[in-house]
């Protein structure tokens, strides 16, 4: 994991930012990321990102290679795609679709925590517009999720707070998130309607940056 840091850095930093904030150096100089996924963790802090942008798993096998997208590779708490047999030989992460992508995580610390539940989204924005979108949130089900109504919903509209506003009722459905140690579902519910909001005020902090609007 320390080697990912440094070798997506240039084409996707927010995926470099997010491994950085997730544990010890220690743990990050032995652990890996193919480890990350098959652990199925539902608030593994590197799927959400992979799943907004659409990741691929390659695994390998007795019976040959193949390939799956990280957004199909669970089918429940613990339940992976590859078989005992398979192992994941390598991992493809898709770049220039999107214009704008951003993690967001709540945890009892910023850092080297565990999260209650984590967010992200990329975007593909133009002249103010939604053209493209696709979400993913972890710790609001038994694996992290996709969340194809939202992205769906969000496509076509305008960049703007209210559009954000409007989604919530639409993520809400999406999950059902369930209480632990971490926080109860009601707060887990609240949470992920608000990490969809903060998505967008990164946004908007982000133009205010660059010294435009888009």
Not at 151 to 163: A, C, D, P, V, W
Not at 173 to 192: F, N, Q
């Amino acid at each position: 994991m320390s080697e990912i840091i440094d070798e997506v850095n240039s084409f996707f930093p927010q995926f470099s930012e997010a491994v950085s904030g997730m544990c010890s150096e220690h743990v990050r100089s032995s652990a890996t990321l193919a480890g990350n996924l098959v652990n199925a963790s539902p608030v593994a802090d590197t799927v959400p990102l992979l799943m907004a942008v659409n990741a691929v798993v390659h695994l390998k096998g007795c019976e040959g290679t193949r390939s799956i997208p990280v957004r199909e590779f669970y089918h429940g708490y613990k339940q992976t795609e590859n078989k005992s047999d398979e192992w994941v030989a390598s991992i493809t992460i898709p770049t220039g679709e999107y214009n704008f992508i951003h993690f967001e995580k709540v945890s009892k610390r910023k850092e080297v925590d565990i999260s209650a539940v984590n967010s992200a989204i990329a975007l593909q924005i133009s002249e103010g517009m939604i053209k493209k979108a696709s979400m993913a949130c972890g710790g609001v089900g038994p694996t992290t999720l996709y969340m194809p109504k939202t992205s769906h919903y969000l496509e076509g509209k305008r960049m703007t707070e209210e559009t954000f506003l409007e989604a919530y009722d639409i993520i809400r459905g999406e999950a059902s998130p369930i209480g632990d140690v971490r926080g109860s579902a009601d707060y887990r519910e609240a949470v992920m309607e608000n990490l969809l909001m903060k998505h967008y005020l990164a946004y908007e902090s982000s133009q205010e940056a660059d010294g435009h609007e888009e």
